[in-house]
C-alpha cells in the first residue's frame, strides 16, 4: 500500500508504465513514487502555479498531469479559469523543459501522452480534442462527437486508438492516425469518469458516476474482431449484430465472415 505522506495535493496521477504514482502539492512541487515499494524516488520543482482558489463564477481550477516513461516526460497543466490553460512539458532526463507554447486560451478536462512520449492529446472543455506535437509545437484540434466535457480518457498499448468518457455518458473510441470514430458506446446512466485498456488491447473499462463498472473487448483490427465473432457464435446459426464500422469493410453474413477462419472453419 501506497501511503505518500504530502501536503496539499491538488492532482495525482498513474505513470503509463504503472510503475509509478505523482502527486501535486500547491506550492508547485512534484513528487514521484514507487507503486510498489510506497517509497518516494524523485521530486520536480515547477515554474507553474498550482495553488488556486474557487472563482467568483464558481469555477474549479484544475492540475492535470502525465508522464511518459519511455521517454521521461512529463506534462502538467494548470486551469484556473475557463479560459486559459497553463502548461509545462519536462525532458526529466535533461533536466530540462521543452522550449514550447505554456499557454493556450481554452480550459482543458484531461491529457494523455501518446506511447512514443512526442505527443500530447488533450480534451478541451468546448468538447474538443486537441493534439500537440511536442516535437514541432504545432497543434492540430478535432471535433469528438461528445455532446459533454469529456472526464477521461486512455490510449491504447499499440498507440493507435484513443477511448473517451464523457459526461454524456457514452465512450467513443478513435483511429488516432486519421480521427476516424471506430465505435460510440453507451451502457452507463451516469456521467463516465475513468477509462482504461488492457494490456493487450482488447478490452476497456469504464466506470461512472452511477457506481457501475463495464468491461467489453474493443478490437484493434476487423481480422481480431471476426475471429472473436467466429469463437463465439460457431455453435449457432446466426448473424451477430456488429456496432463496430471499419473503413471499407463490407457486411457480410456469418457463414462467409468465418469461411476462412482458423476458429470458425
Known amino acids: 500500500t501506497v501511503t505518500p505522506e504530502v501536503k496539499g495535493v491538488r492532482a495525482f496521477a498513474i505513470a503509463d508504465d504503472r510503475k509509478q504514482l505523482l502527486t501535486a502539492s500547491k506550492d508547485g512541487e512534484i513528487l514521484f513514487w514507487d507503486l510498489e515499494t510506497g517509497a518516494q524516488v524523485e521530486g520536480k520543482s515547477l515554474d507553474i502555479k498550482t495553488d ?40 526529466m532526463k535533461k533536466n530540462a523543459a521543452l522550449p514550447i507554447s505554456k499557454k493556450s486560451p481554452q480550459a482543458l478536462s484531461a ?6 512520449g512526442k505527443r500530447l492529446i488533450m ?17 492540430v484540434r478535432t471535433e469528438s462527437g461528445h455532446e459533454g466535457h469529456i472526464e477521461a480518457m486512455d490510449i491504447s498499448p499499440d498507440g493507435k486508438r484513443l477511448a473517451t468518457a464523457s459526461d454524456d455518458e457514452t465512450i467513443r473510441v478513435f483511429d488516432i492516425a486519421s480521427w476516424h470514430e471506430l465505435v460510440s458506446l453507451g451502457g452507463h446512466e451516469r456521467s463516465v469518469i475513468s477509462i482504461s485498456f488492457s494490456s493487450d488491447g482488447r478490452k476497456l473499462a469504464s466506470v461512472a458516476e452511477d457506481q457501475s463498472l463495464l468491461v467489453r473487448h474493443v478490437f484493434p483490427d476487423v481480422h481480431s474482431l471476426k475471429e472473436h465473432i467466429c469463437l463465439e457464435f460457431k455453435h449457432i446459426n446466426v448473424t ?3 456496432d463496430r464500422k471499419f473503413p471499407n469493410e463490407p457486411e457480410m453474413k456469418l457463414d462467409a465472415l468465418c469461411a476462412n477462419s482458423k476458429i470458425g472453419g
Open 123 to 139: 480534451a478541451l472543455i468546448d468538447y474538443t480534442l486537441e493534439t500537440w506535437n511536442l516535437e514541432t509545437d504545432k497543434r
Open 111 to 116: 491529457l494523455n501522452f501518446t506511447p512514443d
Open 52 to 91: 488556486f482558489g474557487v472563482t467568483p463564477s464558481g469555477w474549479r481550477p484544475k492540475i492535470h498531469m502525465a508522464y511518459n516513461a519511455k521517454s521521461q516526460r512529463l506534462a502538467v497543466t494548470a486551469t484556473p479559469d475557463q479560459g486559459s490553460t497553463h502548461t509545462a512539458v519536462w525532458d
Open 240 to 242: 451477430p449484430k456488429i
